[in-house]
């Protein structure tokens, strides 16, 4: 097998603070996710992905671009519920229980599974009002104030805004805006945090600070990213998961599906399929 | 490997908030006003009009050539009204639509970014005038203004009111068709002068064509408010209900007749009454046809990119 | 000179000409239109100003010229522009809320609220006014009040309020809901904690300019009840007439002293619109965002 055209230095560094898979696995299954597939007005998005994530782990999902990663992570806290014409087919389990009964709450899920987003997206509102936003809209008792210092410390960012609180959000910088929707999504007290590409449209340093926050939150959180950035794949995540597109025989459809998952180390040292190895290598995508 | 197996987590039951449905109801309730507007509009125009035409034959009334509700000797023959609002919607958009479309082009094409941002709030404030304003405009000065300058009109006359009705339709056309013009991509003017084409050829053989179904539904809707307007025509085109092309006549349009009418003091259920809802009647079918129009001729021109 | 030469020199002058023409076609476009509206100001303004004076304020109407004052009009105006207010910001903005945020685009019922709006809007002014004789003053006998008046002015307006509404709710991010959304906010939580507080500006903007167009109307009020001579002060549910119909009035009469009180109710008229105006379009420029 060829060497891949990654840094390997830094993917032993990463190899050797890696968890075991067998670690891995010992933990609780936050998702299980079985057969599950998308379809946008019929048209079939995703097919066939089946995977556990884990607790306390960061998962990401990379793969070119239009194989539906975006898709499948809004399939965690329902967001494509919104989407008039989407249709979600097969299981996901959080925490054991089925994520798409029939008498479950989405609203109430989303508190629990957070998300943010590709491109930061404050409120046009103060800071404060931004983090207080969520706790305010679920009724959360306590002291309010606590808590967005509490998230903010969270996120790493309350050094830098704590005499500003009643300032706007849309004055911060981009890096500092994304941490703001990262604390925004802590202050409700959530069990896993869904990150869409969350540094793509951030400055090489910003996304440094991003990268480090996830690694101080899986302490205590459970994180689940996409990311098109092999990478920040390889320096953050515990478990990669690698998406492609199948496009139809008359080139009509494409479809995301999942090509292989497992630990990051394996993922991009050794991978078991010649799809996976193509596009860690840099071959295509 | 051990698998530690948990209990399945109790997720959290979908309640029925009841804010929620209350608000989605309200809503509607809000929007359903609209349509009961309508259905407003439509019951108290149909049901004195079906009225009128069991006193009125349809046939008299629609081919009729001369219309004189209030005499003795009664005729009803709407024509000269229709007529006399198409012969000022005529004249009026022959003065809306290029001046229009001139000044639409000129904000769009050449202006610098500053003289559009002070011309444009003058001319909503010429849209914003208040018609009856305009109407006694028209009547104190443009009339005798036109026979100032030797045209030998009426004191009530088409062509003041055509003129001051078209030049308040120019706001109308010139942002729509402005509006039309700016959503051109910029690649395709960036092509044109890329070929060598000047500034004339780039806005009249590129924008414009480009633009054409923002700016034929800009003369549409101009046409279509000249047919409704009231004021303008009342105090200066007259109440004389003739049929004539000259514009330098008096005339009656529908709406002159029907806000003269419904001020007066008309016992209800009399005919004359009665005039004003089969006259109202036709109207509103003329406008609506030219609605549906409209929109079916934006929907054809309209080009991809949009 | 080679002909080509030639030929190319003849073009460009000749290009040169035409350009210069048609910047002189649009230039007299700009000049007719701007030109119109200064002299119509300034000819309004020159014949009523002899008029202007307390009197027309606080006078009664009155037969003879001298004593006459348009009191009784202009409050009435302001009421039927607080009535419209009331009614139609409410109503516009709940119903632009329905269309954007809550309603179903692929259900008829919502297909036909669109559509009937959109011809709500091109409906001539005076039919509302037919609407307003037919069921309000003599239908439901209400009468020829202010009130009724108001209700008319409403519905005219109210296809307006509902457009500017929903332009502006349209122009709040979609980001925003999504990030709402993805904390657990329900719909109704979205909309009025984060949809609506953004699109206030340009909401408040649309109702001013919906609003300026009200107190302007004349041909519903000359349906509805605005009587010829009003000799005291309007209420809510008595005999009324508004300004612009006062105008109207005192422009019937062949009385050259009864042209420059319409030229100074005109005045008078158009301070109260165009300074409507000017706080939409100073409210629109103030709180321009960029997303």
């Given at each position: 097998?060829?060497?891949?055209?990654?840094?390997?230095?830094r993917?032993?560094?990463?190899?050797?603070?890696?968890?075991?898979?067998?670690d891995?696995?010992?933990?609780?299954?936050?998702?299980?996710?079985?057969?599950?597939?998308?379809?946008?007005?019929?048209?079939?998005?995703?097919?066939?992905?089946?995977?556990?994530?884990?607790?306390?782990?960061?998962?990401?999902f990379?793969?070119?671009?239009?194989?539906?990663?975006?898709?499948?992570?809004?399939?965690?806290?329902?967001?494509?519920?919104?989407?008039?014409?989407?249709?979600?087919?097969?299981?996901?389990?959080?925490?054991?229980?089925?994520?798409?009964?029939?008498?479950?709450?989405?609203?109430?899920?989303?508190?629990?599974?957070g998300?943010?987003?590709?491109?930061?997206?404050?409120?046009?509102?103060?800071?404060?009002?931004n983090?207080?936003?969520?706790?305010?809209?679920?009724?959360?008792?306590?002291?309010?104030?606590?808590?967005?210092?509490?998230?903010?410390r969270?996120?790493?960012?309350?050094?830098?805004?704590?005499?500003?609180?009643?300032?706007?959000?849309?004055?911060?910088?981009?890096?500092?805006?994304?941490?703001?929707?990262?604390?925004?999504?802590?202050?409700?007290?959530?069990?896993?945090?869904?990150?869409?590409?969350?540094?793509?449209?951030?400055?090489?340093?910003?996304?440094?600070?991003?990268?480090?926050?996830?690694?101080?939150?899986?302490?205590?959180?459970?994180?689940?990213?996409?990311?098109?950035?092999?990478?920040?794949?390889?320096?953050?995540?515990?478990?990669?998961?690698f998406?492609?597109?199948?496009?139809?025989?008359?080139?009509?459809?494409?479809?995301?599906?999942?090509?292989?998952?497992?630990?990051?180390?394996?993922?991009?040292?050794?991978?078991?399929?010649?799809?996976?190895?193509?596009?860690?290598?840099?071959?295509?995508? | 490997?051990?698998?530690?197996?948990?209990?399945?987590?109790?997720?959290?039951?979908?309640r029925?908030?009841?804010?929620?449905?209350?608000?989605?109801?309200?809503?509607?309730?809000?929007?359903?006003?609209?349509?009961?507007?309508?259905?407003?509009?439509?019951?108290?125009?149909?049901?004195?009009?079906?009225?009128?035409?069991?006193?009125?034959?349809?046939?008299?009334?629609?081919?009729g050539?001369t219309?004189?509700?209030?005499?003795?000797?009664?005729?009803?023959g709407?024509?000269?009204?229709?007529?006399?609002?198409?012969?000022?919607?005529?004249?009026?958009?022959?003065?809306?639509?290029?001046?229009?479309?001139?000044?639409?082009?000129?904000?769009?094409?050449?202006?610098?970014?500053?003289?559009?941002?002070?011309?444009?709030?003058?001319?909503?404030?010429?849209?914003?005038?208040?018609?009856?304003?305009?109407?006694?405009?028209a009547?104190?000065?443009?009339?005798?203004?036109?026979?100032?300058?030797?045209?030998?009109?009426?004191?009530?006359?088409v062509?003041?009111?055509?003129?001051?009705?078209?030049?308040?339709?120019?706001?109308?056309?010139a942002?729509?068709?402005?509006?039309?013009?700016?959503a051109?991509?910029?690649?395709?003017?960036?092509?044109?002068?890329?070929?060598?084409?000047?500034?004339?050829?780039?806005?009249?053989?590129?924008?414009?064509?480009?633009?054409?179904?923002?700016?034929?539904?800009?003369?549409?809707?101009?046409?279509?408010?000249?047919?409704?307007?009231?004021m303008?025509?009342?105090?200066?085109?007259?109440?004389?209900?003739?049929?004539?092309?000259?514009?330098?006549?008096?005339?009656?349009?529908?709406?002159a007749?029907?806000?003269?009418?419904?001020?007066?003091?008309?016992?209800?259920?009399?005919?004359?009454?009665?005039?004003?809802?089969?006259?109202?009647?036709?109207?509103?079918?003329?406008?609506?046809?030219?609605?549906?129009?409209?929109?079916?001729?934006?929907?054809?021109?309209r080009?991809?990119?949009? | 000179?080679?002909?080509?030469?030639?030929?190319?020199?003849?073009?460009?002058?000749?290009?040169?000409?035409?350009?210069?023409?048609?910047?002189?076609?649009?230039?007299?476009?700009?000049?007719v239109?701007?030109?119109?509206?200064?002299?119509?100001?300034?000819?309004?303004?020159?014949?009523?100003?002899?008029?202007?004076?307390?009197?027309?304020?606080?006078?009664?109407?009155?037969?003879?010229?001298?004593?006459?004052?348009?009191?009784?009009?202009?409050?009435?105006?302001?009421?039927?522009?607080?009535?419209?207010?009331?009614?139609?910001?409410?109503?516009?903005?709940?119903?632009?809320i329905?269309?954007?945020?809550?309603?179903?685009?692929?259900?008829?019922?919502?297909k036909?609220?669109?559509?009937?709006?959109?011809?709500?809007?091109?409906?001539?002014?005076?039919?509302?006014?037919?609407?307003?004789?037919?069921?309000?003053?003599?239908?439901?006998?209400?009468?020829?009040?202010?009130?009724?008046?108001?209700?008319?002015?409403?519905?005219?307006?109210?296809?307006?309020?509902?457009?500017?509404?929903?332009?502006?709710?349209?122009?709040?991010?979609?980001?925003?809901?999504?990030?709402?959304?993805?904390?657990g906010?329900?719909?109704?939580?979205?909309v009025?904690?984060?949809?609506?507080?953004?699109?206030?500006?340009?909401?408040?903007?649309?109702s001013?300019?919906?609003l300026?167009?009200?107190?302007?109307?004349?041909?519903?009020?000359?349906?509805?009840?605005?009587?010829?001579?009003?000799?005291?002060?309007?209420?809510?549910?008595?005999?009324?007439?508004?300004?612009?119909?006062?105008?109207?009035?005192?422009?019937?009469?062949?009385?050259?002293?009864?042209?420059?009180?319409?030229?100074?109710?005109?005045?008078?008229?158009?301070?109260?619109?165009?300074?409507?105006?000017?706080?939409?379009?100073?409210?629109?420029?103030?709180y321009?965002?960029?997303?």
């Amino acid at each position: 097998m060829e060497t891949p055209q990654i840094d390997s230095a830094r993917i032993a560094e990463v190899a050797r603070g890696a968890l075991s898979r067998g670690d891995i696995e010992r933990r609780e299954r936050v998702f299980t996710v079985s057969d599950l597939g998308v379809s946008y007005n019929g048209k079939p998005a995703l097919e066939d992905v089946s995977l556990d994530v884990f607790r306390n782990t960061v998962t990401a999902f990379i793969g070119p671009s239009g194989c539906g990663k975006s898709t499948f992570i809004r399939c965690f806290n329902r967001m494509n519920d919104l989407i008039p014409g989407a249709d979600v087919a097969g299981t996901v389990l959080y925490h054991g229980a089925d994520l798409y009964g029939r008498n479950v709450d989405p609203v109430e899920i989303r508190r629990r599974i957070g998300m943010v987003f590709q491109k930061p997206n404050p409120f046009p509102k103060s800071i404060y009002d931004n983090i207080a936003f969520g706790p305010r809209v679920l009724g959360m008792k306590g002291d309010l104030d606590e808590r967005v210092e509490g998230a903010l410390r969270q996120a790493a960012l309350w050094d830098e805004v704590k005499d500003r609180l009643k300032d706007g959000a849309l004055g911060l910088s981009g890096g500092q805006q994304q941490r703001l929707c990262i604390a925004r999504a802590l202050a409700v007290e959530p069990d896993v945090i869904l990150m869409d590409e969350p540094a793509s449209a951030l400055d090489p340093i910003s996304t440094t600070r991003i990268e480090d926050l996830m690694h101080e939150l899986k302490r205590e959180y459970t994180i689940v990213i996409v990311t098109h950035n092999m990478q920040q794949a390889a320096r953050v995540a515990d478990m990669t998961a690698f998406f492609s597109v199948v496009v139809a025989e008359d080139g009509s459809a494409r479809r995301g599906v999942l090509v292989e998952y497992d630990t990051t180390t394996k993922i991009f040292t050794t991978p078991s399929d010649k799809r996976t190895e193509d596009y860690v290598t840099g071959r295509f995508g | 490997m051990v698998v530690i197996e948990q209990p399945a987590l109790a997720l959290p039951r979908k309640r029925i908030r009841w804010g929620e449905q209350l608000v989605h109801l309200l809503l509607f309730i809000a929007a359903a006003i609209s349509v009961l507007t309508t259905l407003g509009i439509v019951l108290s125009l149909l049901m004195p009009a079906i009225d009128f035409f069991r006193e009125v034959s349809p046939w008299e009334f629609f081919t009729g050539t001369t219309w004189a509700p209030l005499f003795l000797d009664a005729h009803f023959g709407v024509v000269p009204l229709v007529v006399g609002t198409f012969v000022i919607s005529f004249w009026s958009a022959l003065v809306a639509f290029p001046l229009g479309v001139g000044v639409a082009i000129y904000l769009s094409e050449y202006a610098r970014p500053r003289t559009s941002a002070v011309l444009k709030p003058v001319l909503e404030i010429l849209a914003a005038i208040p018609t009856v304003v305009l109407g006694y405009f028209a009547l104190t000065f443009v009339t005798p203004f036109l026979r100032d300058i030797g045209l030998s009109v009426e004191i009530f006359n088409v062509l003041s009111a055509s003129l001051v009705l078209g030049i308040m339709l120019i706001p109308t056309v010139a942002t729509l068709s402005e509006d039309a013009m700016a959503a051109v991509p910029r690649d395709l003017r960036d092509g044109g002068y890329a070929l060598g084409a000047d500034k004339l050829q780039v806005s009249t053989r590129i924008v414009v064509p480009a633009a054409i179904s923002g700016i034929i539904a800009a003369f549409v809707l101009a046409f279509s408010r000249a047919v409704g307007e009231t004021m303008i025509v009342l105090i200066a085109a007259g109440q004389l209900a003739q049929i004539t092309f000259d514009p330098r006549e008096t005339i009656e349009t529908m709406t002159a007749f029907i806000g003269a009418t419904g001020n007066g003091d008309v016992p209800t259920g009399s005919i004359e009454y009665k005039t004003i809802f089969a006259v109202g009647l036709t109207l509103f079918l003329i406008t609506l046809v030219m609605n549906l129009v409209s929109i079916r001729l934006v929907r054809k021109y309209r080009e991809i990119y949009e | 000179m080679t002909s080509v030469e030639l030929q190319q020199e003849t073009t460009r002058r000749s290009r040169a000409w035409k350009n210069r023409l048609f910047l002189g076609v649009m230039l007299f476009s700009m000049f007719v239109a701007f030109g119109t509206l200064a002299v119509l100001l300034v000819d309004t303004i020159v014949t009523g100003w002899p008029a202007i004076s307390w009197q027309i304020l606080s006078s009664l109407p009155s037969s003879v010229p001298g004593e006459a004052g348009a009191r009784p009009a202009i409050l009435a105006t302001l009421y039927l522009g607080l009535i419209v207010l009331v009614l139609s910001v409410p109503i516009g903005v709940l119903t632009a809320i329905y269309l954007e945020e809550y309603a179903n685009r692929s259900r008829w019922w919502n297909k036909l609220i669109e559509v009937n709006i959109q011809n709500l809007a091109a409906v001539p002014s005076i039919v509302y006014g037919i609407l307003g004789l037919a069921f309000i003053v003599r239908g439901i006998g209400v009468g020829r009040v202010v009130f009724a008046g108001g209700l008319i002015l409403t519905l005219v307006v109210l296809p307006t309020v509902v457009v500017a509404s929903r332009e502006a709710i349209r122009s709040v991010p979609d980001s925003i809901r999504q990030g709402a959304f993805a904390l657990g906010a329900t719909k109704w939580q979205v909309v009025w904690r984060q949809v609506l507080p953004a699109a206030i500006p340009g909401m408040a903007t649309g109702s001013i300019l919906a609003l300026s167009r009200a107190v302007g109307e004349t041909a519903p009020l000359l349906m509805v009840g605005a009587v010829v001579y009003v000799p005291f002060n309007p209420t809510l549910f008595g005999q009324y007439t508004a300004l612009p119909v006062q105008i109207y009035n005192w422009t019937k009469q062949p009385d050259a002293e009864f042209q420059t009180l319409a030229a100074a109710g005109a005045i008078v008229l158009l301070v109260i619109v165009l300074s409507m105006n000017a706080v939409a379009i100073f409210l629109r420029n103030r709180y321009r965002r960029q997303w």
